[in-house]
């Protein structure tokens, strides 16, 4: 599976940002899809993450804050990022959950900054 994120920016603190995801794969519909996000030195960690029914669930730091979301149509997958603060800098992915190693793509990066 191919995925391409993008969206990502400079934005100041409290700014918002709607980073997208395409998936080439054809199973789309079927998978439970999440957001992911690394800090240079730092583990990749999860940030929320979308059930094929539409069930979310989100890391404690982001919740109330972040949305996902999903167009099965599209064969996309979106969050919404609100209240952005420095310490969510990072590069973001998106992929399966549990993640598929082979499907990391590139990632967008999000730098939040005054």
């Known amino acids: 599976v191919q995925l391409q994120a993008s969206g990502g920016g400079l934005v100041q603190p409290g700014g918002s940002l709607r980073l997208s995801c395409a998936s080439s794969g054809s199973i789309f519909s079927r998978n439970a899809w999440g957001w992911y996000r690394q800090d240079p030195g730092k583990q990749r960690e999860f940030v929320a993450g979308?059930?094929?029914?539409?069930?979310?669930n989100y890391l404690d730091s982001v919740m109330g804050r972040f949305t996902i979301s999903r167009d099965n149509a599209k064969n996309a997958v979106y969050l919404q990022m609100n209240s952005l603060k420095p310490e969510d800098t990072a590069i973001y992915y998106c992929?399966?959950?549990?993640?598929?190693?082979?499907?990391w793509g590139q990632g967008t990066l999000v730098t939040v900054s005054s």
């Open positions: 979308i059930t094929s029914g539409g069930k979310t």
């Open positions: 992929n399966t959950v549990p993640w598929d190693a082979d499907s």
